[in-house]
């Protein structure tokens, strides 16, 4: 135990974090086998540890973001089992038909309280835009403005909305410019949510896997869900949607973004928030767009992100108290540990927000606003 202890001090001094120091990011180790854990286990035990109360800090996003910048994570080996599985990620697909239903049942299935509670009106559980406001409410109203200019919705259109959540952007869609909107999801909660929330506008809610999408769209976007989809399933997750795009149709694709190619994703998340999940590549979106799509316009919107998950945190911290009763102390630093590390990966420039627009061969380049 002791020469976990000088190893991991070493380490985060020449990065300026002190063990037990007086600075916002500094951390205050509360239980020794932190140490063995955190290097055994990488970013599974830091996260793990932090659940469990081992260790605490003032300012989790700048520990987490000086750790990224210095490339901290990576100079750590692990464990061999913590590399086994990215080689079973490599040779199986996680993110099969049966698996990918994990992840609702696992997250997006939770009590719709909790969401409610920490969003916006619109229930967005992805990136805002804090164009000339500061307020989360109307940043994620001038995503969903974003996504519908760039997308040039009109009144004639028939738009799908893959990996729609609890309805928001289908309900701003069909409120601000009075077109069909097909949307789809598998995760049972927030179908009935959304369902609730779009009634009486023309909006349509079907509990559907994308590789059964079917029909003919002038319009199609997916907004945080292709970080579900997998590697082994990109290349079939863009044929659905060339399948479904009309020949002069508009597909838009927003999703967390990730600046090196792999196979396997983080290993804390992967375990107990988003199983299975991946941010894919640069170079993995364009394999798999490439012969099928031209693209248009790549937008990075990562530093929005980060304010967003600030965001959720504040409203999260104060919607607690409401939320304590269903919930125990574990989750909420799991919630907790989510929010902020997300928040100091995205300042470190460790992981990117990308918007990227996509026509077929052949269309007539879009104005994307």
Same mark, same amino acid.
């Given at each position: 135990?002791?020469?976990?202890?000088?190893?991991?001090?070493?380490?985060?001094?020449?990065?300026?974090?002190?063990?037990?120091?007086?600075?916002?990011?500094?951390?205050?180790?509360?239980?020794?086998?932190?140490?063995?854990?955190?290097?055994?286990?990488?970013?599974?035990?830091?996260?793990?540890?932090?659940?469990?109360?081992?260790?605490?800090?003032?300012?989790?996003?700048?520990?987490?973001?000086?750790?990224?910048?210095?490339?901290?994570?990576?100079?750590?080996?692990?464990?061999?089992?913590?590399?086994?599985?990215?080689?079973?990620?490599?040779?199986?697909?996680?993110?099969?038909?049966?698996?990918?239903?994990?992840?609702?049942?696992?997250?997006?299935?939770?009590?719709?309280?909790?969401?409610?509670?920490?969003?916006?009106?619109?229930?967005?559980?992805?990136?805002?835009?804090?164009?000339?406001?500061?307020?989360?409410?109307?940043?994620?109203?001038?995503?969903?403005?974003?996504?519908?200019?760039?997308?040039?919705?009109?009144?004639?259109?028939?738009?799908?909305?893959?990996?729609?959540?609890?309805?928001?952007?289908?309900?701003?869609?069909?409120?601000?410019?009075?077109?069909?909107?097909?949307?789809?999801?598998?995760?049972?909660?927030?179908?009935?949510?959304?369902?609730?929330?779009?009634?009486?506008?023309?909006?349509?809610?079907?509990?559907? $896997?994308?590789?059964?999408?079917?029909?003919?769209? $002038?319009?199609?976007?997916?907004?945080?869900?292709?970080?579900?989809?997998?590697?082994?399933?990109?290349?079939?997750?863009?044929?659905?949607?060339?399948?479904?795009?009309?020949?002069?149709?508009?597909?838009?694709?927003?999703?967390?973004? *990730?600046?090196?190619?792999?196979?396997?994703?983080?290993?804390?998340?992967?375990?107990?928030?988003?199983?299975?999940?991946?941010?894919?590549?640069?170079?993995?979106?364009?394999?798999?767009?490439?012969?099928?799509?031209?693209?248009?316009?790549?937008?990075?919107?990562?530093?929005?992100?980060?304010?967003?998950?600030?965001?959720?945190?504040?409203?999260?911290?104060?919607?607690?108290?409401?939320?304590?009763?269903?919930?125990?102390?574990?989750?909420?630093?799991?919630?907790?540990?989510?929010?902020?590390? *997300?928040?100091?990966?995205?300042?470190?420039?460790?992981?990117?927000?990308?918007?990227?627009?996509?026509?077929?061969?052949?269309?007539?380049?879009?104005?994307?606003?």
């Amino acid at each position: 135990m002791p020469q976990y202890a000088a190893i991991l001090k070493e380490m985060l001094a020449g990065i300026g974090i002190n063990i037990n120091g007086n600075n916002p990011w500094d951390i205050r180790v509360n239980d020794n086998r932190t140490y063995s854990q955190v290097l055994c286990n990488k970013n599974l035990g830091l996260g793990e540890t932090y659940m469990e109360g081992w260790w605490d800090c003032p300012q989790l996003d700048e520990f987490i973001c000086r750790i990224l910048k210095a490339g901290l994570d990576s100079r750590v080996k692990g464990s061999k089992l913590l590399q086994l599985k990215s080689l079973v990620a490599l040779i199986f697909n996680l993110q099969s038909r049966l698996r990918s239903r994990m992840v609702a049942e696992q997250h997006y299935n939770l009590d719709n309280e909790l969401f409610t509670l920490m969003l916006d009106p619109y229930v967005q559980y992805s990136c805002a835009y804090f164009d000339k406001t500061d307020d989360l409410n109307h940043a994620q109203l001038r995503k969903l403005d974003l996504l519908c200019r760039k997308l040039n919705i009109s009144s004639d259109d028939n738009v799908l909305d893959i990996g729609c959540g609890w309805g928001g952007l289908a309900r701003y869609i069909a409120e601000h410019y009075n077109c069909r909107v097909t949307a789809i999801n598998i995760a049972e909660e927030q179908i009935s949510y959304a369902r609730e929330l779009c009634k009486n506008l023309p909006v349509e809610i079907k509990q559907l $896997d994308y590789r059964d999408l079917m029909g003919s769209y $002038d319009k199609i976007v997916s907004v945080g869900m292709f970080e579900h989809v997998g590697p082994k399933n990109y290349k079939m997750f863009m044929k659905a949607v060339h399948r479904c795009l009309k020949d002069d149709g508009v597909f838009l694709l927003h999703t967390i973004g *990730s600046n090196e190619t792999g196979v396997s994703g983080d290993p804390w998340i992967s375990k107990y928030i988003f199983p299975n999940s991946k941010l894919p590549s640069i170079a993995q979106i364009g394999k798999a767009a490439e012969g099928l799509f031209v693209m248009e316009d790549w937008h990075n919107l990562g530093e929005h992100y980060e304010k967003t998950l600030l965001a959720w945190h504040k409203n999260f911290d104060k919607a607690w108290l409401q939320l304590k009763n269903k919930y125990d102390e574990k989750f909420r630093r799991m919630f907790e540990y989510l929010l902020l590390s *997300s928040a100091g990966s995205f300042r470190a420039r460790h992981t990117q927000l990308w918007q990227i627009v996509f026509t077929k061969y052949g269309t007539q380049q879009p104005v994307c606003r």
